[in-house]
Each structure stands twice: as C-alpha cells, then as structure tokens.
C-alpha cells in the first residue's frame, strides 16, 4: 500500500482528495492535516466521510511524516514552502494548489504578489493533465495539477489549436463555475442568498488562472499566445463549463472539426466526446472523475463552438489529483476513480 | 383608462403581462385570454395574483373584444393569425412572441417553418426596445418586442458597435438563461433534477433569435453582419446574462469603452452602467424592469467583453412590453413599473 | 407625506423596509443607516434600488433626525437604547426586531442574555400581527412587529386555539425558512455550498422565537401553553411555510375545520384561504406582503394539519412593518403593499 | 458473479441501481429494461454511465432472461405482473416498486386502486429495512424494499416505540423530499419554475405511504396504530427528512433518548447518530447509502423530535435495494456501498 498524507484536507479539495484516497484500492491515508481545524476529526466535520476517525494535525506536523505521497490542497503561496522538505524526504508530491503550475517564475510573482521560494523546482514539475501529456507526469516526483478552469479550458480548447484547425489568437473562454469552486471559507459572494438565482462574470480578463492557460495554450500553438477568459458564478455546488470560441481555418467544417476532437480523446477513460448536436451538462459529470465535451460549428462566421464539463471538486481537482498520482506511481491510471457519479 | 386584453395570459409571460398590466395607474384588465386554461380564474392558476378573479376566455373570444390595447404572448406563429384584425378594428398591438420581429419574411419563413401569413404589416411593425430606438414605437400601431436573448445582447452589443469602438464583425454572444425562460409547460429539458445543479449550452449557433440580433446588429452597423450567438441553460428561475465579446478598434482603451456605454444610456430610467471594476449579476435585476451593463476590456488581446443583466420576464418579455405600450399610447415610459424588485 | 427614517437599513429586513417605503404614496424616505456601511450608496449596496441615491447615515445620527415614524431593523438588543428617545422625539416607532415583542422583561432577559434597557414601554408596545389583532395597531405609538416565524406559525395556530375546535396543548410546529432569514452575514451555515441542495433542522425546540409563540398563543387560548417549535433551513434565498399539527376537538371534520379559518380570515386583504385539497406554496406569495393558509385533517388520528406560507422578508418582515405603520398611522392599510408578486 | 437483471432501468430508481450494480464487485450486470426507451443505451440516456453500452431491452423480455437477480424498479402495480414468474425461474427478486410491501391485500387495493395479482406472496416477503429486521432479509428470496419516505421516518420513529419511551399513539411525521423522488416523468409540480425556489405540502395526511409506515410502526407497537404523516417538496434534487415528533413518556428526558437511538444503532454500518446537539442534514448523507439521525427533547411539552435524513434515491432505494440483496444472497452486507458520497 501506498502511504499518504493529505496537506490542507480540511477544504473542499482536501476532503475530495481524502474521500477518494479513502476509497482508493492501493492508497492507504495515514494523517490529514489542517491548521484551523487541528484536533477536530474528518467524520465530525465531514459526516459524508462517516467512518474516517483521523483527526486533523497541523501541516508542519504533516509534513514530516513519513509518506510515499503527499498530496496538497493548501490556498496558493502555502504549499511551496513544504514541497522542497517533502520531495528531499522522497514522497512523490501532488500539488493541488498553484505553486508550481506557471514555468516562469516571474509570472508566478507578478500574479500570485510574491516571489517563488521554490524555483528551481519548477521546470521539473510535470503539469497534470493527463490526457493533454500524461509521458510527463508518468514517473514524475512533483506534479502540478491545474484548477478547474484550466483543466475544461484547455481540454476544449487544445486539440483544434494542437491540430491547427483554428487560429490560437482570439480565443474567448466563457467559463461558468459552481461555487464551491470558491472554496469553503464563507464570503458576501458565497453566501446563499448573494448567488442563489444569480450569474455574474467576475474578473473578467483579469483571473490568475488566465496566465496558465496562456502558458499551456501557448505550448500547443508552438508560439506565445493570449486567451480572452471570463470566468462566471454559477447557481451550483459542483460543476464547471468551459464554453471555448476559436475561429476556424479555411476549409474545416463541421464533421471535420468534430473528428480531430473524437480522434484526440478516443480511448480516453474520462472523456467523452458527445456526437453532433449533442452539447454536455455538467450534471452528467458530478461526482465523476469525467470530461464531457461537444462541438459546433457556426459556419457563417467561422467560429467553432466547443464546450467542456467537469465536476469542479473530481476532474477539475481532487479526482484529477489521484488520476496523476496513478500514473506517477505506476497504479492503473483509473485506479479509485471508477465509481460512476450520481445519474442524476 | 386604456383598456387592456391580455391574450395568451395562461403562459408565464402573459401572466407577468397580467400582473403589470393590473398594477399600471392607467391601464383597466378587460380580459385574459388562454385556450388551454379557458374558464379557470387567474387566481386560481396564479395564486400570486390574488384577488384578480377574471377568467380566461379562449383567445378567439378575446380578440374580438372592445379593446384599446391587445397584448399578445401566445408562442410564435400563433400571433399573426390575430393581429390583422385587431389592428383593423382599431386597438393598438403589443406582441411578445416572434411573429412580426424580423422585417424579412423569408427569413420568418425559414426560421419558423410557415410562410407569414400578415407579411405586409412586417414593415410598419416597431422593434420594441426602447432603448434603441424609442422614436419607431412613440405612436406606433403594432409593436414587436423583442425576446429575452435580443434584448440582453443587443444592449450589450449595439452601443459599441454603433460607436464604430469595435468590429461589427466576429461579435460572440454567450449567454444564459434562467429557466422559466422556456414557458410554462414541463418537458425533459426543463424537469427540476434534469436542469438543477447544472449549466449547458443548447442550439449552440442555430437558435431561433440568431436572425433577429443579426438584423438588429447590422442595422446598428450599417451592413450586414452575422454574430455567434450561445445560448446556455442555467439553474435558476428568472434572471438573462449575455457575455458579448467583440474586437475592439485600435486605440480605444478601457475608459473610452466603458464612456462609450456610459454615455449611450445615461439618463435611460432602466438602465444603469456599473462603474468599471463591477460586472452585474442577474440577481439585483430580478423583478424590475431594468438592464444592468458592466464593461471590462482585455487590453492584450483586444477584447471587449459587455455583460448585460436583465430578469428575462420582465425587461425581457413583460416589463419591456409595457415600457412600449406606454411610449406607443403616450403614457410615462415608466408608468406602471416603477416598483422596485426585490432586493435579494 | 409621512417622513420616514430606516433604522438598520442595510441588512435584508431594513432594505425591504427600504425598497417598500420608496414605493409608498404616503411616505417619503429621509435617512437610512448602517454602522457597517455608513457612507455608502444605497443603490451601490443594492443595486436593485437604482436611482435611490441616498447614503447610509450611522445609526446614533439616524435616530435624531426629524421623521414621523422611524422603523428599526437592527438585530435584536440594538433596537431598545433608541426607542425611547425616537417616542420622547415624538416619532412613531416600527420596530422589527425581537426587543418589543415580550412583554415580560424577565422572559426577555432568559432569551437574550441582557436586560431590558427600556421595560417600561413593553406593555405600551402592540404586537403588530394585523390579522390577529389590529385594533390594537392603530393609532398605536410604538408597534413591535413579529419575525417571520412567528407569523406564519402564529396564522397558521390561532384561528384553532380560538375558536377551541383543536387542543393548545401538544401544538407542533414544523417550520422551514429560507435562507434569506439568516440575515446579510456570511457564516459557515449560509454558505452556498453548506446549505444548497440540503435542508435541515436547527435550534430543535430551543430557538428564540419560541417563546413570543407561546406568549401569543397562550393569550389565544386564555392560559399558559406551549407549542413544540422546530424551524428547518431551506435550500431557497426566500419562503417561509409553517406546517402546525394541533389535536382537533371531538366532532370537528374537516370541512368545519376548514370554515374556521376561511371564516376568520374572511376580507384580509392579505389572506387567502386554500379551498380544501390545496396547500400553498412558498412561491406563490414570494415578493408579495400575503400568507397563503392550507387546511387538512388527518380524521383517523385526530390531527389538524394547517400550513401557512409567506415571504419571509415582506409579510414576514418589511411589508408587515410597513402594514403596521399604515394602520398606526391612519393609511389606508394596503398602501404601499399593492404590488404583485412575480408570478413565478 | 451473480448475474443480475434491472426491470424498469431508465427511470432514476432503476438507473441508481444500474450504477451501484456496475460498481458491485460480485454482481454483473447482464441486462436492463425500459418499455419507453427500449433500445436506447444506458449512457446515451445517462451520459453520467459512460461506458456502459448495454441497451434497454423491453420488460416482457428482460423478466425472461437467465439471471440469478431480478431488481424491479418499475411503478407501483407495474412489479406484480412480473414477479411470480420470475421467483418461479429460480432467481431472487428484489422489488422497489410498493407491490410487496403491504401484508393486506385489501389495504393494497385500497391504496392502489387495483387487485393485487399475486397476493399469495405477499405473506413471504421479506420488508427490506435491513437496519430494522435484517433477519428476514438473510435468505428470502423476494424482498419488497420501503420507498424513502418510510425509510426515513420509521429509522427516526420505531426505535423510540420499540423502546417504549414514547407513545405510538399521535405520532407526527412531516417529511420534506427534493424532487427526484418524484421520477422522471416531467410534471407541472417537477417543473424547475414551480418547484424551485419553493416549498408546500401535499398530500398531507393522506399519500400512499401511510398505510406501509402505519403497518411497520404497528409491529413496534405491538398494536394497531397510525401515524399522521405529511409530505412536502423541496428545491432539491435529492436527500430527504423525516422529522419526527412523539409524546414521550414520562421520566425520559433528553440524555436517555438519546442512548436509546445510539445503543439502537449502535454498531450499524451505514447510520450515524449525531451526538445531542447536532441534527443531520440531507447534504451530509448526498451520494452515500447512509441514514443520519439526530434527537432532540422538548422537555416542557415532553415532545421528542427525531429527525433522520438520507439520500432519497441510495439509501432510499438504489442502495436499500443492493443492501438487501447482498444480505439475500450472502455477500457483505456493505459489498457496492462503500463508496463515499461527495463532501460538499
């Protein structure tokens, strides 16, 4: 069995990650922590996860377990300090958080307000998307898995600029999240009555997630490139739809550019390409380690239409994490993630 | 007193008619017309309208009364077999259905599967958003207003493309919809556990509405031009988001954009522009007869993306059909809808 | 006009007080306060109010403005220091919170943890339920307006009691609030995630409210009793339903058990009675100043079942304030309140 | 493996128990069946059983299939046809629907409407509420699993009247269901618009699962009682509460109900009892097969509140049902169901 340690898994992440480390086959969780929640137990502050009597230790003491993985879902600028001790201890890390997702330490600062206290791990983390490069995470020590915004985002956005079907300049990604994407810490935006029966875009043009899309669309088109993204709040727990605007080259019609999306992702265990006509709902992913995407064209003016679901907490974080932590430690990359979400 | 005939009145928004139709100072409810739900009281279907004990007679009934004023909400084609008449024994038209929006009757035609059977009144019909053109409905005999979706997306679309700040071409309009949008009958797509906890595009560029914001669009552009238009389901009641997104001239910056908006609605009495920094959100727009407009621009790559609030039954439908009739009989513009939405 | 200061103005209570009062043809809004958010715009707090310009004053510089009637929404103990002085001024109070309501000082000390600073006025103080008394409103100086629980509980409860057709023993009272009852503060309790798609009990037979319950049903029933009281979260911003079990008197059936509540509420302009095999919805009295009353009768057990629904924040709170004021102040009771509902 | 068959798979009962059987280790899943989606596939209909490509053949043909498992989740009248039959082929039955669940097939055709057809079975089926009698589930070879609202409400109510520290005589249950319990059928009462946002009795005092909790609450009781039991909807998707309330008898007061609940449940796999002071919500048990219970005193009224909340569609029937069969058939009783539901 697999030894882990979960780093920050009094969130939302953290839980997710430790409900599918419970249920995970070759995993064994061997300590939880959290710092305002230090003492309390898993099953008291998650009934969901009734049965799990571990309490909470404080990270510092975490850290210094010993672990085969630890797994971290501490807010951005709290996990670069641990991972450096961790790796040099030998546990493989799974960071859930951003430190180590942008390559350029620069941008990490310019975004996030203060300088990476652990560049020099960051050309060696692998970025953890698996089915847009998973040769990288295979074997990997530290691997970065992206949020929920860049995981649908990319994934709708990717296989036409990688197949050259439309241009990477002018993408627009208009993304509508639930919140508890947000996270658990109530705020006047979180609370119940604020977005209940409401939408609203929020930092449009302006979220720190846009710089790691740029970086990984950037990666795909071959040359530096810049999406529009405007992330929406949702009415929703769960669930994340990335509604992806590219315009298409010459000559690409419909069927066309729904093939190099079924061709890119077939076999995929988590993705699936809906036919033509068909366009997903993130109901059909939650509670599911799942990709659900769909394709259209608009031919009069050239812009292809391609829309990604996710379940925020699953694919777009706590199932994504585990779904890399498989690959890295050689587990079958589905392992604990085969239960299928609730139909409805 | 103007008096008023509802047909179509059974419907979501021909009770919203009803209900400002019974709170307008000047305005008496003669009659309410539905063919599915002739002979029960609208107090009975509506237990919110209490307290209005007509009952509904079948709309064949209903447009044959004395009338100074016929507003119609029955579903799209079921409009024009009515209107002639009315309009010949002397009562002024409201129409919210889709029947006399489009100037073009092939295009009705090919959008709605049977030829138009009053063709010859398309060219006199008003486009009913006031904003946009007030002058057309002040005085006019019949008033075509438009739907939810036009409305929220030519606010959001027209002042910078009447400004000549961005291209009228490439526009994208990604916007979201409230349920109740759908009207009142239930199917699969609208049963509470299909569309709760969930968000999903649906006729993703081959939505009916898409002809009316082109014909409204290139009139504003002075040629014609084709946007992509993306609607999407979301879970909540009421409440119509447009995200549009258009390629900003050179040399305009975010302060020029948002003056440009600024200055194109001040003084409207439903309109507000939020100070830049501030999207709206479909929550402070519920229940009033407003439309809520944020403006951001992505300075790198050229983007302007314009969000529009609107409560979709009300702007949307109900409240705009009223803000006409009140322009076309020579009332205040805002008699009648002066009440506040709820707050939260 | 009637100058009217707003007490409190920020949280939900006090800008539904707000919003309703700018809406009422006899009153015109002076002042409104915040502590927490003095210098604010209204319409910047809520967007919803657009067009109401005035800024948030503190409360101590509020309460010594000139007004004719000053309605207080601060939470409960942060009414009674300014009441006295608001009647020495010669304003008529509305107060909203719990301060006036008990009129036992001692019972309001056990409940609120403070004594009471100003006593003295309680037996002078009318509990402002109209429907269950309103002699005792008009004319009145200062009105103490029952919560939304109480209201519906006590509509639902009385008309039983007082007519001796049920037991005022062993009442049971299983309510459920929506959200928006928890007022404007985020906590781990209304946040959306915490509380959406979920629904659960709280403060079980221990909650504040009960004891004003009792008071009132106790003067119904000429004695001292006591009601179970158990309120529910919701999974919904607004809506209020109380469902009240009571033990029914021998010989009662259920169509008699019917005609005591149509009978009593015979003429509110407020009430409406269920006709026998429909039960209101929360819905269908959101955003208006009604409580919908459903009756049934479970005749092999004897017990009466009655639900009351009502939107917690207009009947429940601001509109019965401002129904309060129109009767103390010799309005016509509805002014102001006329306003439907949206019908979805 | 054993082979199982699900009857009536395309309905949310039916396609639950599709997903837990999938995810069974010791089950296969060799057909499903729906008459109205005959020939559809699973994961074409729900997208969420990706994977899954077996197709819904007609019921007539699925009952006649080898299997050593036949789980019904047609509607009620819908199973009897079918199940004699089948028992006759050698396979165990596990029925959801509420055919077998009445001893009195005269209290059947009372609630029903029709005859029951295969009354002679009715006797030797097992009720499938492995919590309150798991003996007569190990090894019967037809079980009748209790729908959600008297799984709920018997959990919370029988330990008390098996204990005899309440009366069975008066006992209230107000049961509040999200809207999947309806099916998924669309309705104007499912329709998104009427029941989100909203909630309302209906069928108070009189829905079909009265007579099934009056005849289990009776065999607690040792003699014929009822209880007065009254449904509403919620504006969610899932999760059910039964709050319960009881006279108590005299002498117990808050600590020793509560053991009698914990001692009660002591050691149960798939129930929580809170300790005093908390009370489950529906959230906590969303996904999992789990019941939560929580317990409350009135000690001035000597009323004892109980509420139990579960997942209306696992632990109210996909995951009862797959708990039965494990214990009919010998494999644990928690094979299939370990799987945590989501935390948030």
């Known amino acids: 069995m697999t030894d882990v340690v979960v780093v920050g898994a009094a969130g939302y992440a953290g839980a997710e990650i430790t409900r599918l480390v419970l249920g995970h086959p070759g995993m064994r969780l061997v300590a939880v922590s959290s710092d305002s929640d230090a003492g309390r137990r898993v099953s008291d502050l998650y009934p969901a996860l009734a049965g799990c009597d571990l309490a909470y ?16 879902a501490v807010p951005h600028t709290a996990a670069m300090p641990y991972v450096p001790d961790v790796l040099a201890r030998g546990a493989m890390v799974v960071d859930a958080s951003a430190d180590f997702r942008l390559k350029d330490a620069a941008q990490y600062e310019r975004w996030y307000g203060v300088p990476h206290s652990a560049a020099s791990l960051l050309a060696g983390a692998a970025y953890g998307l698996p089915e847009l490069g998973r040769e990288a995470i295979a074997g990997a020590r530290l691997v970065a898995c992206p949020g929920c915004y860049p ?5 709708a956005a990717v296989p036409a600029v990688e197949a050259r079907i439309a241009s990477a300049d002018g993408v627009v990604i208009d993304a509508k999240s639930g919140v508890s994407g947000a996270g658990r810490t109530p705020s006047e935006a979180t609370h119940f009555p604020s977005c209940n029966e409401s939408v609203s875009a929020y930092k449009a043009a302006g979220h720190r997630h846009s710089p790691e899309i740029d970086q990984q669309l950037s990666a795909a ?14 009415p929703s727990t769960r669930g994340l739809l ?21 061709d890119r992702f077939a076999g995929e265990p988590f993705i699936t390409v809906h036919p033509l006509g068909r366009m997903p709902s993130t109901r059909e992913v939650c509670g599911g380690n799942r990709a659900h995407i769909g394709v259209a064209l608009d031919e009069v003016s050239g812009t292809l239409v391609v829309t990604c679901a996710i379940d925020n907490l699953v694919k777009g974080t706590a199932g994504q994490a585990v779904q890399c932590a498989n690959l890295a430690l050689g587990f079958d990359e589905t392992a604990g993630l085969t239960a299928y979400g609730p139909v409805v």
């Open 151 to 155: 995981t649908a985002a990319l994934l």
């Open 57 to 72: 230790v404080p990270h510092a003491q975490a850290v210094t377990l010993d672990a085969d993985l630890v797994m971290l």
């Open 221 to 234: 088109a071959g040359r530096s490139v810049h999406a529009t993204f405007v992330p929406h709040l949702l």
């Open 242 to 262: 990335a509604t992806v605007y590219l315009r298409v080259a010459e000559g690409i019609d419909t069927e066309a550019a729904h093939a190099v999306y079924a």
